[in-house]
């Protein structure tokens, strides 16, 4: 197990959705097992915040030593992930989340999923590509969102960001 790099469990492929305490259960087998894991996909499952503190914990700079963090891949697209959850991954500090491609279309993110980003966005040094489809956004956030990655500078690792159906809410 420990030669594992990647894990894909797409509830839409497998037939049973995960919930927040199986990523707790899975998190902190691969944590145990010193699985060098650098491509999680947990996609269209019911993972939540918890689940999402889960993964920080056990898998990123939650309570792991910085030096053994070798995820840098991790698709939670179509879960129902919000504000709460964008907090516990610690974006805003590459040290403790040091990702390099993130897939949070089809999350609930909100107004305030959406200026969490933004503010991750003008210090995460380490993404390179940031999917956030279809994730309920104000014009606010999206505002906030574009703004924070043109504060990165020419210097950023910053290469991607898909935005697709914002589904601006309708007031």
Do not use: W
């Amino acid at each position: 197990l420990s030669d594992l790099q990647t894990l894909e469990l797409r509830g839409s492929r497998c037939g049973f959705r995960l919930e927040d305490e199986h990523i707790g259960v899975i998190a902190v087998c691969l944590q145990q097992t010193g699985a060098q894991l650098h491509t999680l996909a947990l996609s269209y499952h019911l993972i939540t915040s918890v689940g999402v503190q889960h993964i920080a914990n056990s898998l990123l700079g939650g309570i792991v030593n910085q030096e053994a963090i070798s995820l840098m891949r991790l698709d939670l697209e179509g879960n129902s992930i919000n504000d709460d959850g964008l907090r516990h991954l610690q974006l805003h500090d590459s040290r403790l989340c040091p990702l390099t491609y993130l897939n949070l279309s089809g999350n609930p993110l909100g107004e305030d999923g959406g200026m969490v980003l933004a503010d991750s966005l003008r210090t995460n040094m380490t993404l390179e590509s940031l999917l956030i489809n279809n994730c309920d956004f104000t014009l606010t956030a999206l505002v906030g969102i574009s703004n924070g990655v043109g504060e990165q500078g020419y210097d950023s690792t910053f290469k991607g960001l898909e935005i697709n159906r914002p589904i601006v809410p309708q007031y």
